[in-house]
C-alpha cells in the first residue's frame, strides 16, 4: 500500500492567514493526487485532484501543488467556514490510500 | 444533478454480515467511464478504501479487507451494494458510497452519499 503522511496533524490558525498544509507519499504517485475537505457530520469534499487541478466551485484562495512524492495544499486567506478537516489521498495505484488527516482550528 | 443514497441497517451483530445499498439518482450506473466506490471512516478516525466496482462488474477491493467484501450492481434499480461479512467492533464506521467519476482526463472520487452509520455490537 501506498503510505501518505500529512503535516501538520493539528493546525492552529486565524481568520485572514495563509496556510500550507503537506502530503508525502510512501512512493512516487506522479501527480495522482487529490485533497478534500470534512467537516463534522458531512461526507468529505473534493477540492482539488491532479495535485493542483481546482475542482469546479471551489473556491480561488485554495490551491494544490507538487509532483512525485511530496504536495502541498494552500489556502491563501482563511476564512471562517475554511475550519475542519483535510484529507489528501492516492489514486495512482490500488488500494486508494488517505493520508491520517490534518485539523485545522481556529486560534 | 448526481446524487448518492445509502440505506441499510444500523446496527449489525458481531459475526453476522453487513449490507449496505447505494441508490444513485441523475446519472446512471451504467452509463460506463465511472466506477462506484464504498469508503468507510471509524470513529474519529480517518478514511479507509473499501474498494469499488466498474459499470461491466469489474471488482478491486482493498487487500486488507478483501476475503470479507463482496460489492455488486443492479443496473435495473441504478443501485450498487456492498457485503462484509464476519463483522467485528472493528467493523463499525460510517459507510459513504462514493461516484469515481471519469472527466475525460482524470478519476475523481466527487460524488459521495451522506454517509451511514453501522454499529456491530450484540
Known amino acids: 500500500d501506498i503510505q501518505l503522511t500529512q503535516s501538520p496533524s493539528f493546525l492552529s490558525a486565524s481568520v485572514g492567514d495563509r496556510v500550507t498544509v503537506t502530503c508525502r507519499a510512501g512512493q512516487v504517485i506522479s501527480n495522482y493526487l487529490a485533497w478534500f475537505q470534512q467537516k463534522p457530520g458531512k461526507a468529505p469534499k473534493l477540492l482539488i485532484y491532479a495535485a493542483s487541478t481546482l475542482q469546479s466551485g471551489v473556491p480561488s484562495r485554495f490551491s494544490g501543488s507538487g509532483s512525485g512524492t511530496e504536495f502541498t495544499l494552500t489556502i491563501s486567506s482563511l476564512q471562517p467556514e475554511d475550519f475542519a478537516t483535510y484529507y489528501c489521498?492516492?489514486?495512482?495505484?490500488?488500494?486508494?490510500?488517505f493520508g491520517q488527516g490534518t485539523k485545522l482550528e481556529i486560534k | 444533478q448526481v446524487q448518492l443514497q445509502e440505506s441499510g441497517p444500523g446496527l449489525v451483530k458481531p459475526s453476522q454480515t453487513l449490507s449496505l445499498t447505494c441508490t444513485v439518482s441523475g446519472g446512471s450506473i451504467s452509463s460506463g467511464d465511472h466506477y462506484w466506490n464504498w469508503i468507510r471512516q471509524s470513529p474519529g478516525k480517518g478514511l479507509e478504501w473499501i474498494g469499488h466496482?466498474?459499470?461491466?462488474?469489474?471488482?478491486w477491493y482493498n487487500p486488507s479487507l478483501k476475503s470479507r467484501v463482496t460489492i455488486s450492481l443492479d443496473t435495473s434499480k441504478n443501485q450498487f451494494s456492498l457485503r462484509l461479512t464476519s463483522v467485528t467492533a472493528a467493523d463499525t464506521a460510517v459507510y459513504f458510497c462514493v461516484r469515481e467519476g471519469w472527466n475525460g482526463d482524470y478519476y475523481l472520487f466527487d460524488y459521495w452519499g451522506q454517509g451511514s452509520l453501522v454499529t456491530v455490537s450484540s
Open positions: 489521498q492516492q489514486v495512482n495505484d490500488y488500494p486508494r490510500t
Open positions: 466496482i466498474y459499470y461491466d462488474g469489474t471488482t
